[in-house]
């Protein structure tokens, strides 16, 4: 069993719907981060979050370390949000585990 | 500011072959990290630098060595290619546990 999971693996919004990605582990961390892989590749960084609730734009993260869940949230999609979602978490000793993504289409 | 650079783009080894994919920040970041990306396995770190002069394993960090040269560089030797090895690799900076910055990726087919 992998120790992040994410779910769903895939998912088609249309233009405008408000959309959910959520993840679950299994380990101890000291901090979660959600990423963002474009079509062509590139890894930016959305979010780090060790506790609580961040909002950045139409983007929200939220964290319940006692459930060991976090969900990010995209308000008002775009198809230009079309993307690799990726959350990954930070263990103790700074290892990082990754989930396998979850792919995004906004339609528009 | 050029964020996090990797050389090469792109490169292509025999199996058995050598070579160390170069990676730099100029952010003045203490840590920095190599992950490869599979298809279904997802990014996979192999090995992280906290600070200039440790290195320390990540999960996956058989057939690959570290150099942290200096704050500004990590690099990452393949000193036998494998097959197996062919991947995206990436690096990244961060300032200690912070959020990481990523460098545009190596793509490497071991043939």
């Known amino acids: 069993k992998n120790e992040v999971e994410q779910s769903p693996q895939n998912l088609t919004a249309q233009e405008g719907e408000f959309i959910t990605i959520n993840c679950s582990y299994s380990?101890?961390?000291?901090?979660l981060h959600w990423l963002q892989q474009h079509p062509g590749g590139g890894i930016v960084s959305l979010f780090m979050?060790?506790?609580g609730k961040k909002k950045h734009g139409r983007l929200i993260a939220t964290i319940n370390i006692q459930e060991k869940h976090s969900s990010l949230h995209i308000t008002a999609s775009h198809p230009r949000d079309s993307a690799v979602y990726i959350c990954a978490v930070r263990l103790y000793n700074n290892d990082m585990r990754f989930g396998a993504g979850t792919r995004l289409t906004v339609k528009p | 500011n050029a964020g996090v650079t990797q050389t090469p783009k792109f490169q292509v080894l025999k199996t058995g072959q050598s070579m160390t994919l170069q990676c730099a920040q100029d952010m003045n970041h203490n840590s920095m990290y190599w992950y490869r990306q599979d298809p279904g396995m997802g990014l996979r770190l192999i090995y992280y630098?906290?600070?200039?002069?440790?290195?320390d394993k990540g999960e996956v960090p058989n057939g690959y060595n570290v150099s942290r040269l200096n704050k500004r560089e990590f690099s990452l030797r393949l000193e036998s290619a494998a097959p197996s090895q062919t991947s995206v690799y990436f690096c990244?900076?961060?300032?200690?546990?912070?959020?990481?910055?990523f460098g545009p990726g190596t793509r490497l087919l071991v043939l």
């Open positions: 979050l060790s506790s």
């Open positions: 380990v101890g961390i000291s901090a």
């Open positions: 990244a900076s961060s300032r200690v546990t912070e959020t990481q910055y």
């Open positions: 630098s906290a600070s200039e002069g440790t290195t």
